[in-house]
Nanobody
Framework: QVQLVESGGGLVQAGGSLRLSCAAS????????MGWFRQAPGKERQFVAA????????RYADSVKGRFTISRDNAKNTMYLEMNSLKSEDTAVYYC?????????????????WGQGTQVTVSS
C-alpha cells in the first residue's frame, strides 16, 4: 500500500503563493501517475493537476493553468504543487493521489491511493 502525506497548506492573502508537498512511502511504481485534486465544502472533488511519474508529462485544469506548477523529485519520492497568484476560489482541501497501473488521468475514480488532505485558505 502506498502512503501519501500532504503538507504546506495554510492561510494566505489573495495574490500570494504556497507550495504543497506530497511525500510518498511504501511501494511506488515508475509507471504510475500522480495528481492533485481539491474539494471545497459541499462541492465535488475537482482535478487540479497531474504528472506522469516516469516521464514528467503534465496536465492542468484550465482554472489553474499559468498559476500552478506540478513537479516531482523521484529521488525523494515527493510531488510538489507550486501555487502562485492565489485567488479566493482556490480555497479548498487539497489532496494528492497516485494511480499505480495506468497512464496520466484527470479522473479521480481512476486513482488508487489518496492522502489525508491539507487545507488552503485564501483571504480577501
Amino acid at each position: 500500500q502506498v502512503q501519501l502525506v500532504e503538507s504546506g497548506g495554510g492561510l494566505v492573502q489573495a495574490g500570494g503563493s504556497l507550495r504543497l508537498s506530497c511525500a510518498a512511502s511504501g511501494r511506488t511504481f515508475s509507471s504510475s501517475a500522480m495528481g492533485w485534486f481539491r474539494q471545497a465544502p459541499g462541492k465535488e472533488r475537482q482535478f487540479v493537476a497531474a504528472i506522469n511519474w516516469r516521464f514528467g508529462s503534465t496536465r492542468y485544469a484550465d482554472s489553474v493553468k499559468g498559476r500552478f506548477t506540478i513537479s516531482r523529485d523521484n529521488a525523494k519520492n515527493t510531488m510538489y504543487l507550486e501555487m502562485n497568484s492565489l485567488k479566493s476560489e482556490d480555497t479548498a482541501v487539497y489532496y494528492c493521489a497516485v494511480r499505480r497501473f495506468g497512464e496520466l488521468t484527470v479522473v479521480a475514480e481512476e486513482y488508487d491511493s489518496w492522502g489525508q488532505g491539507t487545507q488552503v485558505t485564501v483571504s480577501s
